[in-house]
């Protein structure tokens, strides 16, 4: 029996990924794919404005960073913000068991849907994630709705 990590230390990881695409010029929201024995697998952070990619979310971009995983079942997605329908989408896809989200404050994203599907979601209402969207978001409203497809 393998002790459950330290998630708040985990999701350190990811919001060091936000700051950065923060600096960046960015959409900051951040994460990383740890496996159950606390080893990062991969980690990044929303470029949709860097790359001009619509397709780079936080958790896409920790995904690929992590390459191929024979499973999934034991991986926790640790994210700064509760993942959106595409992101919740990979993780029922790949069946990722557990998601970590900073917060859900400011987007509540699919993790209803998700804890349906029986991933274990854990909302750790990080007041330094609810900040940082908070900030964001109604500082750059137009760019918000455009990467959550909002018209
Ligand atoms: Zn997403």
């Known amino acids: 029996m393998i002790a459950t990590p330290d998630y708040r230390a985990l999701l350190d990881t990811a ?3 936000a700051r950065q695409g923060l600096a960046e010029g960015g959409i900051p929201i951040g994460a990383a794919l740890y496996a ?3 080893r990062l697998l ?3 952070h929303n470029r ?3 790359e001009d990619d619509p397709s780079i979310h936080g958790e896409t971009d920790a995904f690929r960073k992590a390459g191929r995983q024979m499973s999934y079942r034991d991986a926790i997605m640790v994210t700064t913000l509760a993942p ?56 750059n409203p137009a760019l918000w709705n455009e990467d959550i497809g909002e018209d």
Not at 95 to 114: H, Y
Request: net charge negative; glycine share 18%.
């Open 36 to 38: 159950r024995d606390g």
């Open 84 to 139: 959106c329908w595409y992101c919740s989408g990979l993780v029922r896809q790949f069946g990722i068991g557990t998601v970590v989200v900073g917060e859900s404050v400011n987007f509540g994203g699919g993790i209803d849907w998700l804890r349906e599907a029986g991933v274990n979601v854990v909302d750790l209402a990080d007041e330094r994630c609810i900040t940082m969207m908070g900030d964001w978001i109604a500082a």
């Open 48 to 50: 949709r404005v860097q």
């Open 15 to 17: 919001i060091a990924e």
């Open 42 to 44: 991969g980690c990044g």
